[in-house]
C-alpha cells in the first residue's frame, strides 16, 4: 500500500483542487463574456494574451526568488490578488476593470488548478517534500486532481441556464467569478495551514570540485526542456483557451452545451492522469509521454473536420485523455533534470518557456477563428505538437534508462 503523503503536500494538492474549479468555469465561458461584450475574435486573443504575457514576466522573477525566500509566503501573496481580481470582476461591470483583472488572475487560460505565474513555488515545494515514487505519485494526483476541479467548474457554468438566468443578461458571467473567488479563498485557508521547512543551505554543493560540471549539465537539461516547452507552448495557446470561442463561432453553440463539453474533456483526463502514471510505470516516463501524445495529436487532427457539435466536442474530450493526462509525468521528468535547491529555477524556466509563446498563440487563433478560419488552428497547433512530440523524444529519451538504472541501483529513480 502506497505510504500517506505528507501533509503539506496533502494541503498543497487540496488547494489545486479548488482552485482548480474556478479556473475550470472561466475556460468555459471568459473568451464567451467577451464575446458578448462585443470583442472581436483578435480582441479576445489580445485580452487571454495580456493574462499570460504578464504571468509569463512575473514568473521570470518568482521562480528562483522561491530558491531563497519562503515559498509559502509567496503562494499567500498570490491567492490574496487572485481573489482580489475575481472581486473585481464580479462587482464592476466597467471593461478596463475586467481587462486589468484578467491580466492579473488570467482568467480563461486554464492552468489546470496551477498557481498562475506562482505555480514554479508549487512545483518546487511539491519537489522538495517527496522523491522517487512519491514525487511521481504526488505529481500525477496533482494534475488529476486539477482535471477534476477544471470538470467541476465547466460544469457548473451549464447550471444558470438550468435556473433560468439566460447568457444575454451578462450579470450570469459575472456571477460565475464567484467560483475563482471562493477557490482562491479556501486555497489561502490551506496554504495557511502549512508548515514550511527552512531552506536547506547549499554552501557545501558549491565548494564541490565538481559543482561547475553539475550546473553545466543541469543547465543543458534546462534548455533542452525550454526549447520543447516553447513549441508545446504556442501549440496550446493557439486553441485551449479558445475552444469556447470556437465552438461558439464553429457550431453556434453557448455555455450550456460547451460548459458541459469541457468538462467532459476534464474528465477523461483525469482518467489520462491514471493511465499515464501506470504506463510510465511499465514502459518509461518519457516512452508513455510520446505514445500518448501522438494519440492526442491524431484525435486533434479530426476536430475541426466533424459535422456536428457532438462529434467535435467528443473528439476533443478524448483528445483531453491523452494530451492532457500527461502532465504529472512531464513535471516528474523536469523535477528531476535539477538538484532540489535549483527546483525553483528550473520551474520558473520551465513554465516561462512555456507561457511566453502561449502568448502569444491565443492572437493567432483569435485572428483566424474571426476570419472563419475554422480548420487553420488545428493544423498549425497539430504541426507544432508534432514537432514537440519528436523534440521531447530526442532530448530526454535517455531519461528512462537513466532511471531503470538507478532503480537498480536502489537510488531515486528520477
Same mark, same amino acid.
Given at each position: 500500500m ?7 503536500v496533502?494541503?498543497? $494538492?487540496?488547494a489545486? *483542487? ?6 475550470g468555469?472561466?475556460?468555459?465561458s471568459?473568451s ?49 490578488? /487572485?481573489?482580489? *481580481?475575481?472581486? /473585481?470582476?464580479?462587482?464592476s ?5 475586467l ?8 482568467? #480563461?487560460? +486554464?492552468?489546470n ?5 506562482f ?19 504526488? $505529481?500525477?494526483?496533482?494534475?488529476t ?8 467548474g ?9 435556473? +433560468?438566468?439566460?447568457?444575454?443578461d451578462? =450579470? ?10 471562493l477557490?482562491s ?8 495551514? =502549512?508548515? &514550511?521547512a ?26 533542452? $526542456?525550454?526549447? =520543447? ?10 486553441? *485551449? ?19 458541459? /463539453?469541457?468538462?467532459?474533456?476534464f474528465?477523461?483526463? @483525469? ?13 518509461g516516463?518519457?516512452?508513455a509521454? @510520446?505514445?500518448?501524445?501522438?494519440? +492526442? ?16 466536442? *467528443?473528439?476533443?474530450?478524448a483528445? #483531453?485523455?491523452?494530451?492532457r493526462g ?11 533534470? =535539477?538538484?532540489?535547491e ?27 477563428i474571426?476570419?472563419? &478560419? ?23 529519451g535517455?531519461?528512462? &534508462? ?7 541501483? +536502489?537510488?531515486?529513480?528520477?
Amino acid at each position: 500500500m502506497p505510504q500517506r503523503l505528507p501533509h503539506n503536500v496533502r494541503c498543497l $494538492l487540496s488547494a489545486r *483542487a479548488v482552485r482548480s474549479v474556478g479556473q475550470g468555469a472561466t475556460v468555459a465561458s471568459f473568451s464567451l463574456y467577451l464575446h458578448a461584450l462585443g470583442f472581436t475574435g483578435a480582441a479576445i486573443g489580445l485580452v487571454l494574451m495580456a493574462g499570460l504575457a504578464f504571468g509569463a514576466l512575473l514568473t521570470l522573477f518568482v521562480g528562483p526568488l522561491s530558491d531563497r525566500v519562503s515559498r509559502r509566503r509567496l503562494l499567500i501573496i498570490y491567492e490574496f490578488a /487572485a481573489a482580489g *481580481a475575481a472581486l /473585481a470582476a464580479i462587482v464592476s461591470p466597467n471593461e478596463a476593470i475586467l481587462i486589468a483583472a484578467a491580466t492579473l488572475a488570467g482568467f #480563461g487560460r +486554464g492552468a489546470n488548478g496551477a498557481a498562475g505565474p506562482f505555480s514554479p513555488v508549487e512545483q518546487a515545494w511539491l519537489a522538495r517534500e517527496v522523491d522517487g515514487e512519491a514525487r511521481r505519485r504526488a $505529481l500525477s494526483y496533482n494534475a488529476t486532481l486539477g482535471f477534476v476541479g477544471m470538470g467541476v467548474g465547466a460544469l457548473l457554468v451549464g447550471v444558470p441556464p438550468l435556473l +433560468g438566468f439566460g447568457y444575454p443578461d451578462l =450579470t450570469s458571467f459575472r456571477i460565475l467569478f464567484t467560483l475563482p473567488l471562493l477557490g482562491s479563498l479556501a486555497s489561502l485557508a490551506l496554504i495557511s495551514w =502549512t508548515r &514550511e521547512a527552512p531552506q536547506v543551505a547549499t554552501a557545501a554543493a558549491r565548494a564541490d570540485p565538481h559543482e561547475a560540471q553539475i550546473k553545466r549539465d543541469e543547465n543543458r537539461r534546462i534548455r533542452k $526542456l525550454a526549447v =520543447t516547452n516553447a513549441v508545446n507552448g504556442l501549440a496550446i495557446g493557439i486553441i *485551449a483557451p479558445l475552444i469556447a470561442y470556437w465552438f461558439l463561432r464553429r457550431y453556434g453553440e453557448g455555455p450550456a452545451a460547451i460548459g458541459p /463539453a469541457l468538462a467532459a474533456s476534464f474528465a477523461l483526463a @483525469t482518467l489520462g492522469a491514471v493511465l499515464a502514471h501506470q504506463l510510465s510505470q511499465r514502459i518509461g516516463t518519457v516512452r508513455a509521454v @510520446t505514445a500518448m501524445r501522438l494519440v +492526442g495529436l491524431a484525435l486533434m487532427l479530426c476536430v475541426p473536420f466533424s459535422p456536428d457539435f457532438g462529434l467535435a466536442a *467528443a473528439l476533443y474530450a478524448a483528445r #483531453g485523455l491523452f494530451n492532457r493526462g500527461t502532465a504529472g509525468v512531464r513535471q516528474a521528468v523536469a523535477a528531476g533534470l =535539477t538538484r532540489a535547491e535549483r527546483r525553483g529555477t528550473a520551474a520558473s524556466v520551465q513554465n516561462l518557456s512555456m507561457q511566453i509563446p502561449r502568448a502569444i498563440g491565443p492572437v493567432i487563433g483569435g485572428w483566424l477563428i474571426h476570419r472563419g &478560419e475554422f480548420t487553420a488552428p488545428f493544423m498549425l497547433a497539430a504541426a507544432l505538437q508534432g514537432l514537440y512530440i519528436v523534440l521531447y523524444q530526442r532530448f530526454f529519451g535517455g531519461v528512462d &534508462e537513466a532511471a531503470r538504472a538507478a532503480a537498480a541501483a +536502489g537510488g531515486d529513480p528520477l
